[in-house]
């Protein structure tokens, strides 16, 4: 078992474990989940490819296993787990209601987070992750906004800041935040070059919209 496959286990099996629990429930949406993840994933994995074939990223051989279109198998599980514990998790904390946010209007807040994005993107033009990477997020926000949904934002938002820990973990274990040697290398002059630790500032918008996108389908698959 690749050091990669281990991260990706030691991240799914919880969640899986305890989707079972009589009190959650979760695996009664596993049907919609399989089609969900998917959809969502022909997107993150097309753009991987790309980026792997041009050296925007890439993968210390020495970690992963055999590669399918340059992309080892182990990152098109990636677009499997992490989805599904964004997902588990959602589903827990809407169940339980619990939230970090009361009475904010969303509609605003992601309407200048989009504007925000729009300047950095403008600015940054030249760096292919950190366009991209802007891009994608302002138009899966912009679908969210212009669309009929029964997403509570509360609960996303809630969910993204809980999963903020497991994220630094991971992917600091990918990026070499616990290792003398990376997974996951990236090209210097494609990102701002600003980290949390290891980690490109641009994985953590990347990781956002990851999320968010996975739940409308869900959410639009589920009703």
């Known amino acids: 078992m690749t050091y990669y496959y281990k991260i990706l286990f030691l991240s799914f099996i919880i969640p899986f474990v305890f989707s079972f629990?009589?009190?959650?429930?979760?695996y009664k949406h596993f049907r919609i989940i399989f089609i969900s993840i998917p959809i969502s994933s022909i997107f993150f994995i097309i753009w991987d490819i790309f980026f792997t074939k041009y050296e925007i990223w890439g993968f210390n051989k020495k970690f992963v296993s055999i590669s399918i279109l340059n992309l080892p198998i182990e990152e098109y599980l990636f677009f499997f787990v992490i989805p599904?514990?964004?997902l588990y998790t959602y589903h827990v904390?809407?169940?339980y209601e619990i939230s970090f946010f009361k009475k904010i209007n969303w509609n605003i807040i992601?309407?200048?987070i989009n504007a925000v994005l729009v300047i950095v993107a403008i600015l940054n033009f030249q760096k292919i992750y950190t366009l991209l990477c802007l891009?994608?997020?302002i138009l899966i926000i912009s679908i969210l906004l212009n669309i009929k949904h029964s997403i509570n934002l509360n609960t996303f938002h809630?969910?993204?800041l809980l999963i903020f820990i497991p994220f630094l973990l991971v992917n600091g274990a990918l990026t070499g935040s616990f290792y003398d040697q990376t997974v996951v290398w990236y090209n210097k002059k494609m990102i701002l070059g600003y980290y949390i630790s290891?980690?490109?500032?641009e994985d953590l918008i990347y990781s956002y919209q990851l999320q968010l996108l996975n739940i409308i389908i869900f959410d639009k698959l589920k009703s």
């Open 93 to 95: 904390i809407n169940k």
């Open 110 to 112: 992601l309407n200048f």
């Open 158 to 160: 809630t969910t993204f």
């Open 198 to 201: 290891t980690i490109p500032i």
């Open 21 to 26: 629990h009589k009190k959650i429930n979760f």
């Open 135 to 137: 891009l994608s997020c």
């Open 84 to 86: 599904f514990c964004c």
